[in-house]
């Protein structure tokens, strides 16, 4: 027995020590030397898949554009630029793109007009079967742009034929694939690859492993040919799936040299050490609106048994009226903490080319809501409460759904705020699958039983990205205010076939004539909260001027980088965009901690708040177990 | 242990795991919303949704067709194809996902099996003692805490804090092909979601022991093992202890069966890359065979771990067999 005994202790011994070991090998892990520069970006999604086709995520998009090119790149201002092509001449009809002759992939096969023949073909096959490919959001852009036939007389030439001289040919986000490994693939086969890495490409970095759940890593390409050659060697994608938290964590540790989308309080508090953070509240290409439902306007169409509950919602008059009863800065300052601007048209400021603000903008103005509900023919009754023209009381369902806490936060703003005009606001949330088949009218196989929508959008570098939903075609797919427009129709058709200052102008009259039917009361433009350290990388640049360095169009930031130990002095550290106080805030230095600051007063509160705790809990389990123990 | 016993315990489990099966088909499509709805693409036309609903079974009907074909595959080892991880099978990702969770949870298991029972034998055994009101303590507070109260913490102290060890993750992008630097690599990553894990565990197992052991500590063969002079140390090791690790076995052969299903919010709060984390992924995303497949692993695993507690059981106490 004594001696099973001293052989199970042994036992346990060696695990303990086992343990023991894993822990102290753990504290003093080896460094391996000569490591390449790695610049290391967190983000709180979670890579689906490398395939292009069949990525749905943000960074999805931002791993294939590394190792991909597209035909036509974005510059710093999202404008075209050199991509897989190095030039281009429009005409009428058509688009010839130049490829430079001494082109390579990542493997060193020589990069032809022959690969974007087959990648763009991928598309023009899909469109033509009325399909798509994998998750079928890069082809439509090929369709969207006029594309009709393409062309490769030569390896250095290729060739879109367009049904309109737009400029959207040139927005087209199809990666370019390399023919000699993908070729014998049709659209339907290329959506069912894995992609796994290392993959072959020609953009400033090739994807060259990938961790599900943990990160995607990226090498230099040799045979890149762009322009920039930034100062890392490697690009890591961390992924730290809807954890801000330990992201940030990980950033004030220096595992991470960018982390995008943090929170507003996060983002706050590495606002206040400049000296190590440069924090970076970039303009989001999308908005957050009150979307009304004026099912029949401009089709006279009635829904049984269904549709809004008030005829009131068709008319602009009451709509309008109800645009000046929110107070679109209020619920930036306090619903999103500061950052994000308020909304006005339909083309949020981030498009800098096509967004115009309202020629007759609306102002936060209770009172005045109130005048034009009276002149509109909106009476209030004795009760004080506001009454259709049909003699019944307005009281408003207001749905969101339940994937933001911001949009619970809004809704009450707006109860609050319609409850002054005597209009009744009763606010739910639901699941998002829920909610879209609750928005859907008879064209979608739904009875759209609903007021107002309180939910958002986000686009693409082409306004029609966003534009699109406002069409009378949309009502029953993308519609979620149900408005139909046969003028705003017609504009859009036009302006879908005009380029240069022309589109501008009608683009104009259309985020007018939106602003002022207003089946949309656009609340908010949100923001993109990245933060980045300022220790080991310079030269970061916001794309565009209001946007963040990553996550943005393009790559070329990736492409900007250089060295900061290089720079004998890092200046101040400047916010390029809007800060918590409002439009174009540049921040000067600020007295801020020393590197690393902030985090040793956070490590030195747990500290304190632990130690308290620890002796706290102590004596009062002293104090409740003395008795009990002297009495034994 | 009889064989009809044993042959009775095993038609059980048997049972409960078709019923397992059956359960799973339905629950997962009584949630609301479905995965087509997930994509949300506005670009797709409904012709389009109605061939990717073709391509994943949802245009048929859910019974029989459904039904009928998802046991059929699921009894054939068949789990299909995740929804999330496109192209990937749902065997491949949630194989994947299995180590790593096997790995934390397990160590974790096992480190606070070995401290939890000694340190409530040590409690129980010299109750009032300073051992048991710090430990008892001790394991009051961690049995109370989630794991990310744990976690934060530890990450903020010695991750961020000391730059002792990583903040989260498992390996290091890049890592050497070399086994024995990959081994430090994982055991880097490991230390802190193992503490956290281990801590969280501890309590449990130690305030039951403790009582089993104050239990055991009034029975008559104690006293006789005292009256015989034995020393007091022996008297704990040989003879309480054994006696009181009775009801633990059911306590430890619960908490194995749940190894598999990791612990979500240790792993979210560490971006370790198990089963937790992939369960939170699945949901949002809607990926019904990725569900079905981790529910099924997670069920099969309890069921498992159940039948070996009652056979264990049954060996270590005959009263249980009649």
């Given at each position: 027995?004594?001696?099973?005994?001293?052989?199970?202790?042994?036992?346990?011994?060696?695990?303990?020590?086992?343990?023991?070991?894993?822990?102290?090998?753990?504290?003093?892990?080896?460094?391996?030397?000569?490591?390449?520069?790695?610049?290391?970006?967190?983000?709180?999604?979670?890579?689906?898949?490398?395939?292009?086709?069949?990525?749905?995520?943000?960074?999805?998009?931002?791993?294939?554009?590394?190792?991909?090119?597209?035909?036509?790149?974005?510059?710093?201002?999202?404008?075209?630029?050199?991509?897989?092509?190095?030039?281009?001449?429009?005409?009428?009809?058509?688009?010839?793109?130049?490829?430079?002759?001494?082109?390579?992939?990542?493997?060193?096969?020589?990069?032809?007009?022959?690969?974007?023949?087959?990648?763009?073909?991928?598309?023009?096959?899909?469109?033509?079967?009325?399909?798509?490919?994998?998750?079928?959001?890069?082809?439509?852009?090929?369709?969207?742009?006029?594309?009709?036939?393409?062309?490769?007389?030569?390896?250095?030439?290729?060739?879109?034929?367009?049904?309109?001289?737009?400029?959207?040919?040139?927005?087209?986000?199809?990666?370019?694939?390399?023919?000699?490994?993908?070729?014998?693939?049709?659209?339907?086969?290329?959506?069912?690859?894995?992609?796994?890495?290392?993959?072959?490409?020609?953009?400033?970095?090739?994807?060259?492993?990938?961790?599900?759940?943990?990160?995607?890593?990226?090498?230099?390409?040799?045979?890149?040919?762009?322009?920039?050659?930034?100062?890392?060697?490697?690009?890591?994608?961390?992924?730290?799936?809807?954890?801000?938290?330990?992201?940030?964590?990980?950033?004030?540790?220096?595992?991470?040299?960018?982390?995008?989308?943090?929170?507003?309080?996060?983002?706050?508090?590495?606002?206040?050490?400049?000296?190590?953070?440069?924090?970076?509240?970039?303009?989001?290409?999308?908005?957050?609106?009150?979307?009304?439902?004026?099912?029949?306007?401009?089709?006279?169409?009635?829904?049984?048994?269904?549709?809004?509950?008030?005829?009131?919602?068709?008319?602009?008059?009451?709509?309008?009226?109800?645009?000046?009863?929110?107070?679109?800065?209020?619920?930036?300052?306090?619903?999103?903490?500061?950052?994000?601007?308020?909304?006005?048209?339909?083309?949020?400021?981030?498009?800098?080319?096509?967004?115009?603000?309202?020629?007759?903008?609306?102002?936060?103005?209770?009172?005045?809501?109130?005048?034009?509900?009276?002149?509109?023919?909106?009476?209030?009754?004795?009760?004080n409460k506001r009454l259709d023209k049909e003699g019944k009381p307005i009281n408003l369902r207001l749905y969101y759904p339940n994937t933001d806490d911001n949009y619970k936060k809004v809704a009450q703003f707006v109860a609050e705020w319609y409850g002054q005009l005597g209009i009744g606001v009763t606010h739910q949330s639901f699941d998002s699958d829920t909610l879209t088949a609750l928005l859907l009218p008879p064209e979608g196989d739904g009875t759209a039983?609903?007021?107002?929508?309180?939910?958002?959008?986000?686009?693409?570098?082409?306004?029609?990205?966003?534009?699109?939903?406002?069409?009378?075609?949309?009502?029953?797919?993308?519609?979620?205010?149900?408005?139909?427009?046969?003028?705003?129709?017609?504009?859009?058709?036009?302006?879908?076939?005009?380029?240069?200052?022309?589109?501008?102008?009608?683009?104009?009259?259309?985020?007018?004539?939106?602003?002022?039917?207003?089946?949309?009361?656009?609340?908010?433009?949100?923001?993109?909260?990245?933060?980045?350290?300022?220790?080991?990388?310079?030269?970061?640049?916001?794309?565009?001027?209001?946007?963040?360095?990553?996550?943005?169009?393009?790559?070329?930031?990736?492409?900007?980088?250089?060295?900061?130990?290089?720079?004998?002095?890092?200046?101040?550290?400047?916010?390029?965009?809007?800060?918590?106080?409002?439009?174009?805030?540049?921040?000067?230095?600020?007295?801020?901690?020393?590197?690393?600051?902030?985090?040793?007063?956070?490590?030195?509160?747990?500290?304190?708040?632990?130690?308290?705790?620890?002796?706290?809990?102590?004596?009062?389990?002293?104090?409740?177990?003395?008795?009990?123990?002297?009495?034994? | 242990?009889?064989?009809?016993?044993?042959?009775?315990?095993?038609?059980?489990?048997?049972?409960?795991?078709?019923?397992?099966?059956?359960?799973?088909?339905?629950?997962?499509?009584?949630?609301?919303?479905?995965?087509?709805?997930?994509?949300?693409?506005?670009?797709?036309?409904?012709?389009?949704?109605?061939?990717?609903?073709?391509?994943?079974?949802?245009?048929?009907?859910?019974?029989?067709?459904?039904?009928?074909?998802?046991?059929?595959?699921?009894?054939?080892?068949?789990?299909?194809?995740?929804i999330k991880y496109r192209g990937q099978p749902v065997t491949e990702v949630v194989l994947e996902a299995m180590g790593p969770t096997l790995l934390l949870i397990g160590l974790g298991e096992l480190i606070a099996i070995i401290v939890g029972l000694a340190l409530g034998a040590r409690s129980g055994w010299v109750r009032g003692g300073k051992v048991d009101r710090i430990g008892n303590g001790v394991s009051l507070i961690f049995y109370s805490m989630p794991y990310?109260?744990?976690?934060?913490?530890?990450?903020?102290?010695?991750?961020?804090?000391?730059?002792?060890?990583?903040?989260?993750?498992?390996?290091?992008?890049?890592?050497?092909?070399?086994?024995?630097?990959?081994?430090?690599?994982?055991?880097?990553?490991?230390?802190?979601?193992?503490?956290?894990?281990?801590?969280?565990?501890?309590?449990?197992?130690?305030?039951?022991?403790?009582?089993?052991?104050?239990?055991?500590?009034?029975?008559?063969?104690?006293?006789?093992?005292?009256?015989?002079?034995?020393?007091?140390?022996?008297?704990?090791?040989?003879?309480?202890?054994?006696?009181?690790?009775?009801?633990?076995?059911?306590?430890i052969a619960i908490n194995l069966g749940y190894v598999v299903a990791g612990a979500i919010t240790a792993e979210i709060v560490f971006t370790w890359p198990g089963l937790g984390t992939l369960t939170v992924q699945a949901l949002a995303a809607r990926d019904y065979p990725l569900l079905q497949a981790i529910f099924l692993i997670i069920a099969v695993s309890v069921v498992l771990a159940n039948l070996a507690a009652d056979i264990i059981y049954s060996y270590l106490?005959?009263?249980?067999?009649?």
């Amino acid at each position: 027995m004594r001696s099973f005994q001293r052989r199970r202790g042994a036992g346990l011994l060696a695990m303990l020590a086992f343990t023991g070991s894993v822990i102290l090998v753990g504290v003093a892990g080896p460094v391996a030397a000569a490591d390449p520069v790695i610049l290391t970006v967190g983000t709180t999604q979670d890579l689906d898949a490398s395939n292009p086709f069949n990525t749905e995520l943000v960074v999805g998009y931002e791993a294939f554009a590394l190792t991909y090119s597209l035909l036509v790149d974005f510059d710093k201002d999202a404008h075209p630029a050199p991509g897989f092509a190095d030039s281009w001449e429009r005409s009428a009809d058509r688009v010839t793109f130049k490829i430079g002759s001494d082109r390579k992939w990542s493997d060193g096969q020589p990069a032809t007009s022959e690969d974007v023949c087959y990648s763009w073909g991928l598309a023009l096959a899909a469109i033509k079967d009325e399909s798509y490919i994998g998750s079928g959001y890069l082809d439509p852009g090929v369709k969207d742009a006029g594309v009709t036939k393409i062309e490769c007389p030569d390896p250095n030439t290729f060739i879109a034929y367009t049904t309109d001289p737009s400029d959207r040919v040139f927005q087209v986000y199809v990666p370019i694939l390399p023919k000699h490994i993908w070729g014998k693939d049709d659209y339907k086969k290329i959506a069912e690859e894995t992609f796994d890495a290392p993959l072959v490409g020609t953009g400033p970095y090739t994807l060259a492993e990938w961790k599900t759940g943990q990160f995607a890593r990226f090498v230099r390409n040799p045979n890149w040919w762009g322009a920039g050659k930034g100062f890392e060697d490697e690009v890591v994608l961390r992924f730290f799936a809807d954890n801000t938290d330990t992201m940030v964590q990980a950033l004030k540790a220096g595992e991470l040299d960018y982390a995008h989308g943090v929170n507003s309080d996060q983002f706050k508090q590495l606002q206040a050490d400049t000296a190590t953070y440069t924090t970076v509240a970039g303009a989001a290409n999308g908005w957050t609106q009150l979307a009304f439902n004026t099912y029949g306007t401009g089709t006279g169409k009635t829904i049984k048994n269904g549709g809004a509950s008030t005829k009131a919602l068709q008319d602009a008059a009451f709509r309008d009226a109800l645009g000046y009863a929110t107070d679109h800065q209020a619920l930036v300052d306090r619903v999103l903490g500061g950052f994000g601007d308020p909304g006005d048209t339909v083309v949020p400021p981030v498009l800098t080319d096509f967004h115009v603000t309202p020629d007759n903008p609306r102002t936060f103005n209770i009172d005045l809501a109130k005048q034009k509900l009276d002149a509109a023919g909106y009476k209030l009754d004795a009760n004080n409460k506001r009454l259709d023209k049909e003699g019944k009381p307005i009281n408003l369902r207001l749905y969101y759904p339940n994937t933001d806490d911001n949009y619970k936060k809004v809704a009450q703003f707006v109860a609050e705020w319609y409850g002054q005009l005597g209009i009744g606001v009763t606010h739910q949330s639901f699941d998002s699958d829920t909610l879209t088949a609750l928005l859907l009218p008879p064209e979608g196989d739904g009875t759209a039983k609903y007021d107002i929508e309180l939910w958002g959008w986000s686009g693409s570098p082409d306004p029609n990205g966003l534009l699109y939903v406002f069409l009378c075609n949309q009502i029953g797919t993308s519609s979620d205010s149900n408005y139909c427009n046969k003028q705003y129709d017609d504009l859009y058709a036009k302006e879908s076939k005009e380029g240069g200052a022309e589109r501008k102008a009608t683009l104009a009259q259309m985020q007018n004539l939106i602003y002022n039917e207003a089946p949309y009361d656009v609340l908010y433009y949100d923001a993109n909260l990245d933060a980045y350290r300022n220790d080991r990388f310079a030269g970061w640049q916001n794309m565009p001027a209001n946007g963040t360095p990553f996550f943005t169009y393009g790559t070329l930031n990736y492409t900007l980088l250089t060295d900061a130990t290089a720079v004998p002095t890092p200046g101040p550290t400047v916010l390029a965009t809007a800060g918590p106080s409002g439009p174009a805030a540049t921040q000067g230095p600020v007295t801020g901690g020393t590197s690393g600051g902030g985090g040793n007063t956070t490590l030195w509160i747990v500290l304190v708040v632990a130690v308290i705790v620890i002796v706290g809990g102590w004596w009062l389990y002293r104090r409740r177990t003395a008795p009990a123990a002297e009495e034994e | 242990m009889s064989g009809r016993y044993l042959g009775r315990k095993l038609v059980q489990a048997m049972v409960t795991v078709f019923a397992i099966i059956l359960l799973n088909f339905v629950l997962f499509r009584l949630m609301p919303g479905s995965p087509d709805r997930a994509t949300k693409n506005p670009h797709l036309t409904a012709a389009v949704i109605e061939g990717n609903r073709a391509r994943w079974g949802l245009d048929k009907p859910l019974f029989p067709d459904q039904l009928v074909n998802y046991v059929e595959e699921t009894l054939t080892g068949d789990l299909g194809y995740s929804i999330k991880y496109r192209g990937q099978p749902v065997t491949e990702v949630v194989l994947e996902a299995m180590g790593p969770t096997l790995l934390l949870i397990g160590l974790g298991e096992l480190i606070a099996i070995i401290v939890g029972l000694a340190l409530g034998a040590r409690s129980g055994w010299v109750r009032g003692g300073k051992v048991d009101r710090i430990g008892n303590g001790v394991s009051l507070i961690f049995y109370s805490m989630p794991y990310f109260v744990i976690g934060m913490p530890l990450i903020i102290i010695f991750a961020a804090g000391l730059h002792w060890f990583p903040t989260s993750g498992m390996t290091s992008p890049g890592g050497s092909k070399d086994l024995v630097a990959s081994l430090f690599d994982v055991g880097r990553h490991l230390v802190l979601p193992l503490a956290a894990v281990s801590l969280g565990l501890i309590g449990a197992y130690s305030i039951l022991m403790r009582a089993s052991i104050i239990e055991t500590r009034a029975e008559d063969y104690v006293m006789t093992a005292r009256a015989k002079g034995l020393a007091d140390g022996r008297i704990l090791r040989a003879h309480a202890f054994p006696n009181a690790l009775l009801p633990m076995v059911t306590l430890i052969a619960i908490n194995l069966g749940y190894v598999v299903a990791g612990a979500i919010t240790a792993e979210i709060v560490f971006t370790w890359p198990g089963l937790g984390t992939l369960t939170v992924q699945a949901l949002a995303a809607r990926d019904y065979p990725l569900l079905q497949a981790i529910f099924l692993i997670i069920a099969v695993s309890v069921v498992l771990a159940n039948l070996a507690a009652d056979i264990i059981y049954s060996y270590l106490d005959p009263r249980v067999r009649s």
